[in-house]
Each structure stands twice: as structure tokens, then as C-alpha cells.
């Protein structure tokens, strides 16, 4: 009796998140082009799609830059965020009203809108970065292009993520501190155990889940980013040296019309997501069972 | 309690009825509205003759509207994919001369033949324009404008630099390239020519200067081209002129930022790009705008110039097709095509053509490959990427353009 209650809302979530879980898989073993799109009809192909893929060297090339570029993003969204939201813990009760304050503008902030600002910022012709760089003697940063390099191209992307992911991880990890109760931390200070014994002995076990919930959810949207480095870098500047999965997928689909494949890519995607986070959690898990 | 479990009961159901009802409502077309998609270049350069063409279709056609909406050359085509998909196209559709063949193989348009007497000038289209409009014998693309890259300059800047006479050959243009620098070394950042890193339009026309090419057939296989030696010699010249020449971000691309912008703000003493840049050179600049075909680099002939240019297509799913057709003769006829004309353009025909820079520049010229998948190598930005590297000193002229040609090669012959 009582799962038929939640019956209703079974159905709903099925039909919303399961009808397109089937419908891509459905497109990955078709073959559907512009012809097809046309007339609306596609062509069953079987696993072709995914041979297709899967014997592409742009293909294994995007996976181990974008694993890279997720390692980079979230190790740095992590620390970052957590090493903020302990000087949240520290500061007066103004200085938190601030900085909270500060995060949730950036939080608001559509991310198009962002990299927009941010376009600007980086301009060669007359950004602010590069005036300010060159005022403050840092070097002679006039006319530099920031986006001369992939390298320099994906390291602007990662500050633009990090900057705005910043946000969520830090009010977070910031309300789960709260539950760290503060005698066991005054009474390992007493001890005489340092700052780093006290954090990993007694604070990290009980944000640890919190922690884990956040790195997944960060590993699944910085693996599959899109937006900001599509359009920061621009579309004219995007080749297969400085592709990320989620824009590669964009241009085997959407640009090159060539729909079976890029649902093929994205499922292919959702298996390397699902491995990391896997990979992930059960040594996060293995460090809490040796503790 | 049962009370508001009927009251709640109530309203979700006149909210749902609202929702359906809603959404039906939205889902009618508004019944007498054609939609126009056009590019920006068009809002930008000639509004005014847009807009009397939608004079001329409303009062040919009582109780209809034009809905003109502008779009980028960026996106245009995955949002018209998105429109074949969902069956709400537009009407009729701008496309650029090279995008036209996939899209016509795909059956992506409607064929207009019958409609081409209706057409002004049609006996008379430019044939390199017309061919991209054609596809098994049928017409499904109207000409619109075609263009050619002219080289639009600052006459008090060149005279400032104590340059005398307009250059006729690549060598005279490069030495003049100094004395602009010199006369301006105070200005930080200023270009003698402010030329894109990734502008390929500029810099393949150095490779049919050279006797070089893109691509050619061979056996109906594509073989890429720029690999060659005479190929190699264009790009080696290209490289020299533009490090000469431009101040540039060396992986920027023609469109962003807008040439004319850097020339209206003082940062460049000539830019290259289509003849309808006068436009825009800004107020400070307008009376000493002036533009001179680019030269070869042999004395006295014109480097050949990109021919670019747009069609007006009818989608096939649009439910108005003669009516698209219709307006495509108001906004292609003899004075609109004057009217692109007194802007810079070329018109869509022989019997108009003029003697203005553009037009002289046009006689000669250089055109993509032929091929269905060309636009996938404009998407894919091959030609770009080759540029940057090449500028960037990352590769030698000889590996960028080797690693371009193979890529070209595999994506012209794709099935």
C-alpha cells in the first residue's frame, strides 16, 4: 500500500527523466543526419555509432584533456572551498555578512552573462586584466592574448568555473562545519595537536559526507561543462586541440549534423562519469572504514 | 478539511485546463506572417532597403506582415536545424554561397524553379552566385549579393607617412607597411593593417596569388592542396605581410572585433574586408575613408579576392512558398540590387555591373571547393586553426599546412 502512494510520482519522474534516457539511447543506434532530421525518420545502424567513436583519436584525446581538466577544476573548487569555509567559521560576524553576501551575487550571476563579463575582462584589444597586470608592474601584459595557447585557453575557463562554483561548495561545507562540535575541537587544541591533526582527526569525519556529496556533483558538472568554455574560447578558435567531451560532442552532432553520434558520445560520457564517481566514492569510503 | 481538499482539487484542474488551453492557443501560427531570416550584415548595412521591400510584399499582399529576423553567421545554422527538427522554419532563409550545397542535398529547401521569370535579372545572374543556387538541374537558391574583399584605408594617415601613390604590387604595399608604422609609432598597438590572425579569407587569397588552391577532384576524390608548393609559397608570403602589417590578436578571427571598430578608433591606417566596411569606419574617419584593390605580388594585377555572397532560400517545410517566393522577388529586384550596389556590394547580375573598387576587385577572384562537406570544414575551423599555428610559430608553414590538408582531404571525402 504504501508504494502505491508514491505511484504518481514514479510515473512523472519516469516520463520526464526516462522517455529522453530512452529516446538518446534509441538515437545512438540509429543513423540520423540532416537528410534524416529532415524527414524525420532515422535508420537503425545497431553499434555502429559507438565503433565510430570509440575508433576516433579525437575521441580518447578529449577524454584524457577533459579528465585532466576535471581533476584541475574540482581539486581546485574543493580546496579552495573548503579552506573559505573554514575562515568563514573564524571571522567576525560582519566579515561573514560580506563575504556571503559577495558569494551569492556570484552564485545569482547567469553563467552567460558571466563569460560575457569575463570577455571582456580578457579582452587583447582593451581588457581590464591586461591594463591593470601592466599598471601594478606584473610585466608588460599590453596586447596580451589570452587565449594564444590551449593551455592558457582551458586555464581561463578553469578560474571562470572555479570562480563561480565557488559559491555553493563554500555555503555548504560552511552550514556542515556547524555540526563539528566545538569542545572535541577545543579539547584536541588542548592536546596539543596542530591546526592539520585537528582538521583531519576531528572535523573532516563529520563534514566527510557533505564533502563527498559535493565532489561528485562537481566531478558530473565540470566533466560535462558546456557554456563557459564554448564561449569564452568562441566557437572560431574551438578545434580539436582544445575540445572538452561536452563540446566535442556539440560539433560531431550538432555542428557536423550527425545526431547518432553525438548521442552516442553522450552516453559513452555517462559511463566515464559514472566510473570516476565510483572510483571516487569507494576510496573515500575505504579512508572513513580505516579510520 | 474536506473543504480545502475540494477547493485544492478544484483549482488544480482550472489550472490545467489553463495550461492545455495555453498551450494550444501558442501552438496556432500567427496565420498571416511571413518570416524573413536575414544576417546581420543586412541590419547593419542596408535596413532601409529591407525595409522597402516589406513595403512593396504588404501592399502587394493586404493583411500580411514581414517578420524580419536578424541572425549571426556563428549560430544560424544549428538554429535553422533546430527549426527543421521542430517543423517551424522560416519562410524564407538567408544562406551563405557555401553553406548551400549540404543543405540542398539534404533537401533541405524548396525548388523554385518555376518561380525564376518572376525573378529581375535572372537571365542575366552572376554565374559563379546562380551555380550555388543549383542542385540536379533545380533552382532552389536566389541570388542575392555577392563581394570581394577590398582594402578600405585612412587617406590622411597614408598621407601623413609621406606614401605618394596607392601600391600595385604586394612588395610596394609592404614597404609602405613601415612607413605607416614609423609615422605612427607613438600610437600604442597601431596596425599599418589591421588584419584578423585567423581571417582565411585574407589569407588564402595569397594562395591562389601563388598559383595554389584549396582542394581539387581528382578521380571524384577530393585531394587536399595546400601542400603544395606553389600553396606553401602564398601562406610563406601571407605569414611575412601580416607580421609586417597587423597588430592583431593572432588567434582572432575577422568578426570579432569588427575591423572597422579598430579603424574608427584610430588603431589601424587601412583594414581588409568587404566593400561595405565604409560603412561603418565611424564619424571621426568618414571623409577619409577610402578603399584600393588589393595588389599581387606580380606589378599591376589585383591579388584575387574571396567572392563571397548570399543566397535566398525557401525552406521546405514553410507553408507560404509562393508567397516567400514573392518576397524574395521585392527584396532582389533591380533597385534593391542598385541599392546593395551604392553600398558596396556586387549586384546578383552582369547587366548591373558597375566599375567600383569592389567590383574591379571581382574580376579576380577565387571561390571554395565545390564540395558537400566543405561547410564541415569551415566548422571545424581547419583553415582557422592552420593560421594561428602558423602565425604562432607552433608549426613551420610546411607542417601547419601539411597537418590542414591531410584533415581537408579526410573531411571533403566523407561520404
Known amino acids: 500500500m504504501p ?14 527523466l526516462g522517455y529522453p534516457i530512452y529516446s538518446l539511447v534509441r538515437l545512438s543506434l540509429q543513423q540520423y543526419g540532416l537528410f534524416e532530421l529532415i524527414r524525420h525518420q532515422g535508420r537503425y545502424v545497431g553499434l555502429h555509432n559507438f565503433g565510430l567513436v570509440l575508433h576516433d583519436p579525437v575521441f580518447w584525446h578529449t577524454v584524457v584533456r577533459t579528465i585532466i581538466f576535471t581533476i584541475a577544476n574540482v581539486g581546485l573548487t574543493m580546496v579552495i572551498g573548503t579552506l573559505t569555509a573554514l575562515l568563514l567559521v573564524r571571522v567576525s560576524a560582519w566579515v561573514r555578512i560580506l ?11 547567469p553563467p552567460v552573462v558571466a563569460v560575457q563579463v569575463w570577455n571582456w575582462m580578457t579582452n587583447y584589444q582593451n581588457g581590464v586584466l591586461n591594463y591593470v597586470l601592466t599598471e601594478l608592474h606584473v610585466g608588460n601584459f599590453f596586447h596580451h592574448d589570452w587565449y594564444a595557447t590551449t593551455f592558457s585557453q582551458l586555464g581561463i575557463v578553469t578560474v571562470l568555473i572555479v570562480w563561480g562554483a565557488l559559491p555553493f561548495v563554500i555555503i555548504t561545507v560552511y552550514a556542515a562545519l556547524s555540526q563539528v562540535p566545538a569542545e572535541l575541537v577545543e579539547a584536541a587544541e588542548i592536546d596539543g595537536a596542530r591546526p592539520w591533526r585537528v582538521f583531519l582527526d576531528v572535523t573532516m569525519p563529520v563534514i566527510r559526507p557533505v564533502l563527498l556529496i559535493l565532489t561528485s556533483l562537481s566531478i558530473l558538472w565540470d566533466f560535462g561543462v558546456f557554456t563557459q568554455p564554448y564561449l569564452l574560447i568562441g566557437q572560431p578558435a574551438i578545434h580539436p586541440g582544445n575540445y572538452l567531451m561536452a563540446i566535442y560532442l556539440f560539433e560531431e552532432g550538432y555542428f557536423k549534423n550527425d545526431y547518432g553520434r553525438g548521442a552516442a558520445i553522450s552516453l559513452l560520457m555517462l559511463v566515464i562519469v559514472a566510473a570516476m564517481s565510483v572510483v571516487y566514492v569507494r576510496k573515500m569510503v575505504r579512508i572513513g572504514e580505516v579510520q | 478539511m474536506r473543504l480545502r481538499v475540494v477547493v485544492a482539487a478544484a483549482l488544480a484542474v482550472a489550472l490545467g485546463v489553463m495550461a492545455a488551453t495555453a498551450g494550444a ?12 531570416w536575414l544576417q546581420v550584415d543586412a541590419q547593419s548595412g542596408w535596413p532601409d532597403i529591407v525595409a522597402a521591400a516589406n513595403q512593396q510584399f ?3 499582399h493586404p493583411g500580411w506582415t514581414v517578420d524580419v529576423q536578424y541572425q ?3 549560430d544560424h545554422l544549428q538554429k535553422f536545424d533546430a527549426t527543421l527538427a521542430g517543423g517551424n522554419t522560416p519562410d524564407v532563409i538567408e544562406m551563405g554561397n557555401t553553406e548551400m550545397t549540404k543543405y540542398m542535398a539534404a533537401g533541405a529547401f524548396a525548388d523554385i524553379s518555376s518561380f525564376k521569370s518572376n525573378f529581375a535579372n535572372s537571365a542575366n545572374w552572376l554565374a559563379g552566385l546562380a551555380k550555388s543556387g543549383m542542385y540536379g538541374g533545380h533552382l532552389y537558391g536566389v541570388p542575392y549579393y555577392a563581394g570581394s574583399r577590398v582594402v578600405t584605408y585612412r587617406t590622411d594617415a597614408w598621407s601623413k607617412a609621406g606614401i605618394k601613390a596607392l601600391p600595385t604590387s604586394l612588395s610596394q604595399f609592404t614597404s609602405d607597411l613601415s612607413k605607416l608604422a614609423s609615422a605612427n609609432k607613438g600610437t600604442q598597438g597601431f596596425s599599418p593593417v589591421y588584419i584578423a590572425g585567423t581571417d582565411w579569407y585574407y589569407a588564402m587569397s595569397f594562395v591562389y596569388d601563388y598559383g595554389g588552391s584549396i582542394a581539387y577532384t581528382h578521380a571524384h576524390k577530393w585531394v587536399g592542396n595546400l601542400d603544395s608548393k606553389a600553396s606553401i609559397a602564398g601562406l610563406t608570403a601571407w605569414k611575412n605581410f601580416w607580421l609586417a602589417a597587423s597588430k592583431a590578436s593572432k588567434t582572432s578571427n575577422e568578426g570579432n572585433p569588427a575591423p572597422y571598430d579598430i579603424f574608427s578608433q584610430g588603431g589601424a591606417g587601412a583594414i581588409i574586408g568587404p566593400g561595405w566596411f565604409s560603412c561603418c569606419t565611424g564619424t571621426k574617419y568618414k571623409s577619409v575613408t577610402a578603399q584600393f584593390v588589393m595588389p599581387s605580388h606580380v606589378r599591376g594585377k589585383a ?3 574571396f567572392l563571397g555572397g548570399s543566397d535566398l532560400a525557401v525552406p521546405a517545410p514553410s507553408s507560404n512558398k509562393a ?7 521585392d527584396f532582389t529586384s533591380t533597385s534593391s540590387e542598385r541599392g546593395f550596389q551604392a553600398k558596396g556590394n556586387i549586384p546578383n547580375a552582369t547587366n548591373l555591373l558597375g566599375s567600383s573598387v569592389n567590383e574591379r576587385a571581382a574580376a ?4 571554395v571547393p565545390a564540395a558537400k562537406h566543405w561547410v564541415d570544414v569551415e566548422n571545424g575551423n581547419i583553415l582557422r586553426t592552420m593560421l594561428s599555428e602558423i602565425l604562432g610559430g607552433k608549426f613551420t608553414v610546411k607542417q601547419a599546412a601539411t597537418l590542414a590538408s591531410d584533415n581537408i582531404t579526410a573531411t571533403l571525402n566523407q561520404p
Do not use: C, E
Open chain 1, 3 to 16: 508504494y502505491g502512494l508514491i505511484l504518481p510520482v514514479v510515473v512523472v519522474l519516469g516520463a520526464i
Open chain 1, 99 to 109: 563575504l556571503t553576501a559577495g558569494l551569492v551575487l556570484v552564485w545569482a550571476m
Open chain 2, 25 to 36: 492557443s501558442t501552438g496556432r501560427q500567427q496565420a498571416n506572417k511571413l518570416t524573413v
Open chain 2, 58 to 60: 504588404q501592399s502587394d
Open chain 2, 72 to 74: 549571426n553567421w556563428g
Open chain 2, 303 to 305: 591579388m584575387p579576392g
Open chain 2, 323 to 329: 508567397l516567400a517566393a514573392d518576397w524574395i522577388k
Open chain 2, 364 to 367: 579576380r577572384s577565387w571561390f
